[in-house]
């Protein structure tokens, strides 16, 4: 058979067999055979093919949840490198703040219902130890009129801070660290951290409070029926507080399960002794001795009398309005119990705003019914004798102060007043264990949240979790120690108002908060709950400063200290962590409206800042080069690193250099601005950023790159390049800078590991160098990027190399006198040199860096010396020549080294009358100057002198009358021989007196176009600048940087 037959199952609207024939008449399959005598057979197939979903027809991910839950167990959609094409997987920028919350506890089994989570918490709360054993002597204190003012203050300050904390809590998730998470989240975690600080401190005292309450109700009881442990007072409060503590704590480390339990059974005796009060209160009394104690029934009498306030002394204070308001302010301040436990909510967003605002309703209109009922029915004072209620005498007791009943002396009316006295107890009891054991559960929580957002460092320890639950059972041995230390006080009047200042503090905080984002209104500040207002907000913060400070002006001004204290340590600590504050929204803002205002103001010459563009490639690969532009701008002035590359890079490569290169600045505490250029040639990358660089006035005014050393032996398109750098920046009217040193810039080939990729590059002393000014390292940085620049400035040996063909930083290879090496004196600096050179330092990668190369990655941050500044400033350029290094002078480095003016007369015969004018410009501008000396340079420069320029260009002249390759001709040569002869002269004048200066800064010869070839003026530059000090060729746009007018 010539003919081979294959088969192929097809869809049903296909044809049953196909059959291609071409001309040479073989039967060819449909899938193509390549001329083979093929038959295909496709056979009908009746099987229903199974569709494919979309989810298997695209690589989109639809709108989802998961995509956007922060976790590294959530479903990430797929980047834009894989939907366009391409492997880039770029880290996401949110992840920084992802870390702490994959590392929070994975919380309860049991989640909570805003009942039970929040409704129920705040009511226990805030029906604490003040309802039954404090409230009727604020009535007493105040009246019932001013009370109503208390309660109704408490009540405004309390619905305005809810409103505020339920606009931030349906602004997203809440998790677990209550008021914490919110603030922090919110503001930042500066503000955040000490108020949550203050705030867990606060809820510890708040747990000792409660516990004296209920000591003091208990004591009272034991008392009734002749009992006591000690003494029946402060010493039984001690012993039965701390005991009381240390079973509460227990009970909140079994479990939310067991304390949500015993909160069920807490408030169901609460709401059964409020009711046992108003039904024994509307009864009236029951005998004459319970009369006789100032129990007198509702009558107008004794409203009239209670109406009014009658504040008195006790305890040696004088009691006022805002006094009183401290003691009964802890009272109010359970409206944060949903949001302490807000990460064991079912929905936290919903829940803590429904259960708040209730919680809130139902507790003000108790406490304002129980203030009628006692102020109605219950008199001031009483002496408890039936004979004197029989008499009508009952109140002359005041007169000797000798009352012991009614509402100013028995914190125990509550119970006379009830139906059942036992019951009232026990209500007591229930309210003040349900508010202490509410307490002691959230702190621990909120040191949790804490430790593990990293903010202290000291409390890192106790956010460890344990069991599935992550049970923090560390910040539960801490809360007992430090509610234990505030049970000892055994006075409820003495907490109280530091309790108040606390809470009033961190109220203070939600409302700014909420006024903040609201005011700010970022993108992302869109919370479901649409009941507050901007400016309610901002009023419920006043009000709780104006509140704390009438209560007590000392306490409030040091609750603040210790909230600045703890704000400066986190602002000091610069922990890395990125929530998208309101705080950040707001430095964009401000920022963007500087911009905008900053570009309708014209430049003054008074305010102009050296804006530079430093073309240096990778920061990590020329550190001196970086230095010396960040000790011009520092910390004042705009400076962008420029990086050109000729290769294409992915998203992914350039995501990792900037993110090396702004990790290097942080760490070497560089402000600085980083822009890359790839896929493009080195001449027009430089002049893309010198065109697109900044945004307004924030615009380089300064190009600024390092000398070209290598120009004799790179490629003539390379050289052309360079020297197109510099034109293009005259062009642009910008400033030109060019910086060279004597040991060179580019340090690649020595930090640089051999492959492309980032590295981990902390340095390991192999031996601790004896040099002091090693201490600067310029190698501290966490993460380095290898990339080739275009700018390639020096030649730098390799570590291959041998160690002596790195040149020592205080020498000067080729130059200076030294002895010979023959010589005793040579072999002796030799050995000393070869010690110092042994001394090595080794990187991760295993390369051996020599003590001196660390010398000259450090030389523009030693500290300098006695020492001068050289400053030729031979033609003016506006002042940019002689500002530049007056910065630097000024700098604390360089604050010893003095300036050298040296500057060009115009005629030998006027040196005296010029150095006198120029000596009254510097006066005029200001500028503090160590001498100035005239220059006179129309000489002939030596034969030596002439010889060493023609070695520099030799073998790069010809005697034709085009250039080519970068060749320079002979008319070109003689064209620019004054020129030439002038450079050469100031080589000499340089040698003569600059030889030993710090630093040497030079006005910039001007590459006229179309006069100057590259490689001539190349020659200039090194003529003026080799076996030199570190120098710096400065060239102004003409435009007048100095001014001696006011």
């Keep these: 058979m010539d003919h081979r037959f294959s088969i192929k199952i097809v869809e049903p609207q296909e044809t049953a067999v196909q059959l291609t024939r071409f001309s040479n008449g073989s039967l060819n399959a449909a899938n193509g055979t390549n001329g083979k005598n093929t038959s295909t057979t496709c056979l009908y197939n009746n099987t229903p093919k199974r569709k494919k979903s979309l989810v298997q027809l695209t690589r989109e991910a639809f709108p989802r949840l998961e995509n956007y839950r922060q976790s590294k167990r959530a479903l990430k959609r797929p980047s834009l490198g894989e939907l366009h094409g391409g492997d880039d997987v770029v880290k996401d920028p949110n992840k920084d703040g992802e870390v702490a919350e994959s590392q929070s506890p994975a919380g309860h089994g049991v989640k909570l219902g805003w009942i039970q989570g929040v409704l129920i918490p705040c009511l226990l709360n805030i029906w604490g130890v003040m309802l039954f054993l404090r409230l009727s002597w604020v009535v007493a204190q105040s009246g019932i009129g001013m009370t109503m003012v208390i309660i109704a203050i408490s009540a405004v300050v309390c619905v305005i801070t809810t409103l505020s904390l339920s606009a931030i809590s349906t602004n997203g998730e809440v998790k677990g660290g209550g008021i914490y998470y919110i603030i922090s989240r919110s503001l930042g975690p500066e503000f955040g951290a000490s108020v949550g600080v203050v705030f867990a401190f606060a809820n510890a005292v708040a747990a000792s409070m409660n516990t004296i309450g209920f000591c003091d109700s208990l004591n009272d009881l034991l008392k009734s029926q002749g009992l006591k442990i000690i003494d029946n007072g402060v010493n039984d409060v001690r012993i039965v507080g701390c005991v009381a503590l240390l079973i509460m704590i227990i009970i909140c480390a079994v479990g939310m399960e067991w304390e949500s339990k015993a909160q069920n059974f807490l408030i169901a005796i609460i709401v059964g002794a409020i009711v046992d009060f108003l039904v024994g209160t509307a009864m009236g009394p029951g005998s004459d001795e319970v009369n006789a104690q100032g129990f007198s029934g509702f009558s107008y009498e004794t409203f009239s009398n209670n109406w009014a306030p009658d504040y008195r002394t006790q305890n040696d204070i004088d009691y006022n309005f805002f006094q009183v308001f401290a003691i009964f302010f802890p009272s109010v301040t359970g409206i944060q119990a949903g949001a302490n436990i807000s990460g064991d909510l079912k929905d936290p967003a919903s829940s803590i705003p429904k259960g708040t605002m209730l919680a809130l309703a139902i507790s003000m209109f108790s406490y304002a019914l129980f203030v009628v009922f006692a102020g109605g029915a219950a008199m001031r004072d009483a002496s408890g004798n039936v004979t004197d209620l029989i008499n009508g005498t009952l109140t002359n007791c005041t007169s000797d102060f000798s009352c012991k009943y009614g509402l100013f002396n028995s914190y125990s009316v509550m119970q006379l007043m009830s139906a059942w006295g036992p019951f009232i107890y026990a209500g007591c009891f229930a309210a003040t264990l349900s508010t202490a054991l509410t307490n002691l559960l959230s702190v621990p929580r909120l040191l949790q949240a804490l430790g593990i957002d990293r903010i202290y460092p000291g409390l890192i320890f106790f956010s460890k979790g344990y069991g599935k639950s992550g049970e923090p059972y560390r910040g539960y041995v801490l809360t007992f120690f430090i509610s234990s230390a505030f049970v000892l006080i055994a006075d409820l009047n003495a907490i109280a108002p530091l309790i108040s200042n606390f809470y009033l503090a961190s109220y203070a905080l939600i409302n700014f908060c909420t006024f903040h984002a609201a005011l700010i209104k970022p993108l992302g500040w869109r919370p479901t709950f649409k009941y507050y207002n ?157 065109q697109t660089s900044g945004i307004g006035k924030l615009t380089p005014n300064v190009l600024m790159m390092g000398f070209k050393s290598n120009w004799r032996v790179c490629s003539t398109n390379e050289l052309t390049a360079y020297f197109e750098v510099l034109h293009s920046a005259f062009d642009n009217r910008l400033s030109v800078a060019i910086l060279r040193t004597p040991e060179g810039l580019d340090f690649s080939r020595i930090l640089d590991n051999e492959e492309d990729n980032a590295i981990s590059t902390d340095i390991s002393l192999t031996q601790t160098p004896s040099r002091p000014d090693l201490h600067s390292n310029p190698f501290a940085i966490t993460r380095m990027v290898h990339a080739d620049s275009n700018l390639n400035i020096s030649n730098v040996p390799s570590v291959s190399d041998s160690v002596q063909s790195i040149t020592v930083l205080n020498g000067t290879a080729g130059t200076g006198k030294s002895a010979p090496p023959t010589a005793p004196s040579g072999i002796l600096k030799n050995k000393k040199k070869t010690a110092v050179d042994k001394i090595l330092f080794t990187t991760p990668s295993g390369k051996e860096i020599p003590a001196n190369a660390i010398d000259s990655l450090s030389i523009f941050k030693k500290k300098q010396g006695k020492g001068v500044i050289d400053v030729w400033w031979l033609y003016d350029d506006g002042g940019l020549t002689m500002l530049l290094p007056y910065i630097i002078s000024c700098r604390q480095d360089w604050e010893s080294c003095k300036l050298r003016v040296f500057s060009l007369a115009g005629d030998k015969n006027q040196l005296e009358i010029d150095k006198e004018n120029m000596s009254d410009l510097l006066k005029k501008f200001r500028l503090n100057h160590y001498s100035l000396e005239m220059l006179h340079i129309s000489d002939r420069p030596q034969d030596s002198t002439i010889k060493f320029f023609d070695n520099l260009l030799s073998g790069f002249t010809t005697s034709g009358t085009t250039a080519q390759d970068g060749m320079v001709t002979e008319l070109e040569l003689a064209a620019l021989q004054d020129k030439t002869y002038r450079h050469l002269r100031l080589r000499e004048l340089l040698l003569e007196k600059s030889k030993d200066a710090n630093l040497v800064v030079m006005s910039l010869p001007m590459p006229r176009k179309g006069t100057v070839s590259a490689r001539l003026y190349m020659a200039w530059l090194e003529t003026l600048t080799k076996d030199l000090p570190p120098y710096l060729l400065v060239r102004g746009n003409q435009q007048s940087v100095l001014t001696f007018y006011s």
């Design 534 to 690: 901007t400016w309610l907000s901002l009023c419920g913060f006043f009000m709780c400063v104006v509140i704390m400070f009438l209560i007590n002006w000392q306490s409030s001004l040091i609750t603040f200290i210790v909230i600045l204290a703890l704000y400066l340590i986190v602002v000091y600590r610069k922990p890395d962590v990125n929530w998208g504050s309101s705080t950040q929204a707001q430095t964009y803002k401000s920022a963007l409206a500087t911009c905008h205002k900053l570009n309708s103001i014209n430049q003054h010459v008074k305010n102009y800042e050296p804006q530079i563009l430093l073309l240096c490639g990778s920061p990590q690969h020329r550190p001196p080069l970086l230095d010396f532009a960040n000790l011009i701008t520092k910390n004042n002035a705009l400076l962008v690193i420029g990086e050109v590359l000729q290769k294409k890079m992915s998203h992914r490569q350039r995501s990792i250099k900037r993110r090396a290169a702004y990790q290097w600045f942080r760490e070497n505490k560089v402000k600085a601005f980083y822009s890359l250029v790839d896929d493009i040639s080195f001449e027009l990358g430089a002049k893309t950023l010198m």
